[in-house]
C-alpha cells in the first residue's frame, strides 16, 4: 500500500540552485497538493490540482512551478533556491467521496544554504 | 487563504482528557478535520465532521462543532503518552484544505 510517495526525504541546496520535488500517488485521486511546514506553522498550500493538465496557485505560489501530465504525478519545482524556500514540503492527494479525507506523503526537509 | 486558529501548546497528564480547540473562517466549509502528526512523519487523518453535524464520537476522540461560533474541538478521553503529537485542524473549502498551526500536545507520564 505506497499511497503518497515523495522523493527526495532530504536534500540540502545552494543559493540558486534548481531541483524538482517528485510525488506520486496509487489511488487514482483527482486532486492533489502541495503544501509547506515552517517550524511553529500549519501547512501552506503552495499549487493544487484538480486533474491531469489542470493546476492552480495556492496561498504561496511564488517561487515555485508545477505540472500535472498524468493522474499519477505532481512534481513542484524551484527553479531559483532561496533561504526562505528552507521548509519541509509535503505533499497529499484526495477524491471528492464521502469526508474527502487527503492523504499525505513522508514530506521532503529542505534546506537552502 | 482561510484563517484557521488554535493555541500552540497543551500540556496533560495520562489518563487525563485533552480538549484541543480550533477557530476557522469559512461557514461555507464541508468537512473539518484533525490531523495528527508524529515527529518526522506526515500528517494523518484522526476524525473528520461533516457541517451539518454538531458532535461525532469515535472511540476515544469526540468532535464537537459550534457552526454559530465557527469553534470546532477535539476531546482525547483517557490520554496516552503515545497521543504526544502536533494536533491540526482543517477545512475544506471548494476542495483545498487550509489548516490551523498546530497544537503542540504533551502528555506527562
Known amino acids: 500500500n505506497a499511497g503518497v510517495t515523495q522523493t527526495p526525504k532530504f536534500r540540502i541546496l545552494k543559493i540558486g540552485q534548481s531541483m524538482t520535488l517528485q510525488c506520486t500517488q496509487d489511488?487514482?485521486?483527482?486532486?492533489m497538493y502541495w503544501y509547506r511546514q515552517d517550524p511553529g506553522m500549519g501547512l501552506k498550500l503552495i499549487y493544487y490540482?484538480?486533474?491531469?493538465?489542470?493546476?492552480d496557485k495556492g496561498e504561496v505560489p511564488n517561487g515555485y512551478n508545477v505540472s500535472r501530465s498524468t493522474t499519477e504525478d505532481f512534481p513542484l519545482r524551484l527553479e531559483l533556491a532561496a533561504p526562505s524556500q528552507t521548509s519541509v514540503y509535503f505533499c497529499?492527494?484526495?477524491?471528492?467521496?464521502?469526508?474527502?479525507?487527503?492523504?499525505f506523503g513522508q514530506g521532503t526537509r529542505l534546506t537552502v544554504v | 487563504g482561510e484563517d484557521v486558529e488554535q493555541s500552540l501548546f497543551l500540556s496533560v497528564r495520562e489518563g487525563d482528557s485533552s480538549v484541543i480547540n480550533c477557530t476557522y473562517t469559512?461557514?461555507?466549509?464541508?468537512?473539518l478535520y484533525w490531523y495528527k502528526q508524529e515527529p518526522g512523519a506526515g500528517l494523518q487523518l484522526l476524525t473528520y465532521?461533516?457541517?451539518?453535524?454538531d458532535m461525532k464520537q469515535d472511540q476515544r476522540l469526540t468532535v464537537l462543532l459550534n457552526k454559530k461560533d465557527k469553534h470546532l474541538s477535539l476531546r482525547i478521553a483517557d490520554t496516552q503518552t503515545g497521543d504526544s503529537a502536533i494536533y491540526f485542524c482543517?477545512?475544506?473549502?471548494?476542495?483545498?484544505?487550509?489548516f490551523g498551526s498546530g497544537t503542540k500536545l504533551n502528555v506527562k507520564p
Open positions: 497529499a492527494s484526495s477524491s471528492p467521496s464521502l469526508g474527502q479525507e487527503a492523504f
Open positions: 489511488m487514482n485521486h483527482n486532486y
Open positions: 490540482s484538480v486533474g491531469a493538465g489542470i493546476t
Open positions: 469559512d461557514s461555507s466549509s464541508t468537512y
Open positions: 465532521i461533516f457541517s451539518n453535524m
Open positions: 482543517a477545512e475544506n473549502n471548494f476542495n483545498k484544505f487550509y
